[in-house]
């Protein structure tokens, strides 16, 4: 059995936080690799005072976009004992763009780098991301993201039972990830919410300056991922948000370009119908009114998606069967275990 240390490490975009890329990423597949016997892990802070021996423990470190002096020192321990290296890469770490809260500081892109010379094997999360990295890591490993759905099924909560009133459901980390399309989504919800004055939206993730002109708005700061699905699974959601800047964000699109559909497979593994942004990540993932709706960012579109999922009572049924469907059938957390397993034990 491989002993697994993944190094936990605190949010980019939310200080004092773990990083929830950690958790979704990598302890996700990790435990479900050791529910079936293939590694033993654990998960240690790169600050903490235990890592250093849990280097010593393990066969293999697993780090996901740490840029840190910690990091670098850890990974230089595991060189030197001959522990095996893995550094994951699911977003464009390199720049964030305007929108964003939290920056990677110039001097940590050395850092980076370096600890990317430094380990054995770089993984990937999508075919965008393996592409831009090649310049400088020729042989980069994709290791798809993937949703363990039956760790969340509730047998006893029949698909479809939604709550009363009505709730919709809206996660982010970091700010709003729009710019130029920011107002419009704000004045969209104000509409909606204004003629539909019963339903309620909750917010799970990281404060946003404007949450406070939605007075609709239910906030719940971000949570452990376990946690945070299981809140999904149990809020018998009519429908769920997600809105991203696209092609009217030219500052932002490359980084963008290269996110990946976690909320898409979040809300089909919790059957909850979703609207996404009609940007290059979910025009990949989403089957246009079969899995989700997605819409321009504009303000008509968004009122009226909003409108058509919140009266359309057998099109909500349709998108949350076949989004789950999707989920367990292309989606599921055994290709990312079976990929990760295969950079484990030396192949790619």
């Not at 892990?41 to 903490?48: C, G, K, N, P, R």
Request: proline share 6%.
């Amino acid at each position: 059995m491989i002993k697994t240390l993944a190094l936990q490490r605190e949010s980019h975009v939310a200080f004092g936080v773990p990083s929830l890329s950690v958790a979704a990423r990598i302890t996700e597949v990790l435990e479900y690799m050791e529910s079936r016997g293939q590694v033993s892990f654990t998960a240690i802070s790169e600050s903490d005072e235990i890592a250093a021996p849990g280097v010593d423990w393990a066969d293999v470190l697993i780090l996901s976009k740490h840029s840190s002096p910690q990091a670098l020192a850890l990974v230089k321990r595991a060189r030197a004992r001959g522990v095996k290296v893995i550094y994951d890469i699911d977003d464009w770490i390199f720049s964030f763009p305007k929108y964003s809260g939290g920056q990677v500081h110039r001097d940590r892109h050395g850092l980076i780098h370096e600890l990317i010379s430094l380990s054995d094997v770089v993984t990937v999360a999508n075919t965008t991301l393996m592409n831009k990295v090649r310049p400088f890591v020729p042989e980069p490993v994709l290791v798809p993201n993937g949703m363990w759905v039956e760790k969340y099924l509730t047998p006893d909560q029949p698909a479809g039972l939604e709550a009363s009133p009505p709730r919709i459901v809206f996660t982010n980390a970091d700010f709003l990830k729009m710019q130029s399309a920011k107002d419009m989504l704000l004045t969209a919800l104000q509409v909606f919410f204004l003629r539909n004055p019963e339903y309620v939206l909750d917010f799970y993730g990281d404060p946003f300056p404007e949450m406070f002109s939605l007075p609709f708005l239910h906030f719940t700061n971000r949570m452990p991922y376990a946690e945070y699905m299981r809140a999904l699974v149990s809020g018998r959601y009519q429908f769920a948000i997600t809105p991203l800047g696209s092609s009217e964000d030219q500052e932002a699109a490359e980084f963008n370009a290269c996110k990946n559909p976690f909320k898409y497979l979040n809300y089909g593994s919790a059957q909850v119908p979703g609207i996404y942004s009609q940007a290059p990540i979910y025009e990949s993932s989403v089957a246009q009114g079969q899995t989700g709706l997605l819409v321009s960012n504009d303000f008509t579109a968004w009122v009226d998606a909003l409108e058509t999922l919140a009266r359309d009572a057998a099109l909500r049924a349709t998108i949350r069967r076949n989004a789950f469907e999707d989920v367990v059938d292309r989606h599921h957390v055994r290709m990312s275990a079976e990929a990760l397993a295969r950079v484990m034990t030396g192949g790619a």
